[in-house]
Nanobody, 124 residues
């Protein structure tokens, strides 16, 4: 079992930056693949970024490449998403997910554990 708690979401102006964090507990964090997903009102859940358990492999959605950076701190059991040059279309509820086996995935269905989400609102 893995428990996840996201934080860091808030209202920010377009062009600004935010750093989201996800704290994990319950299992050995260093063996867990972590991902960030988002869901805007009326839209499906969308992959944002994911990172392997050692941090050596990362994947990003095309829409955030060059603007967002995912990282993890296995000593502190946290994964972060640094978001720069934010756009109005980045507005969504952001979730972190965890999977205990397999590699980095862009499919939300392959992450069995989820946090409650943190709201990011970008004003234009």
């Amino acid at each position: 079992q893995v428990q996840l708690v996201e934080s860091g979401g808030e209202l920010v102006q377009a062009g600004g930056s935010l750093r989201l964090s996800c704290a994990a507990s319950g299992r050995t964090f260093s063996s867990i693949v972590m991902g960030w997903f988002r869901q805007a009102p009326g839209k499906e859940c969308e992959f944002v970024a994911a990172i392997s358990w050692r941090g050596g492999i990362t994947r990003y959605a095309d829409s955030v490449k060059g603007r967002f950076t995912i990282s993890r701190n296995n000593a502190e059991n946290t994964v972060s998403l640094q978001m720069n040059s934010l756009k109005a279309e980045d507005t969504a509820l952001y979730y972190c997910g965890a999977r205990l086996s397999g590699g980095v995935s862009q499919k939300s269905s392959e992450y069995p554990y989820w946090g409650q989400g943190t709201q990011v609102t970008v004003s234009s």
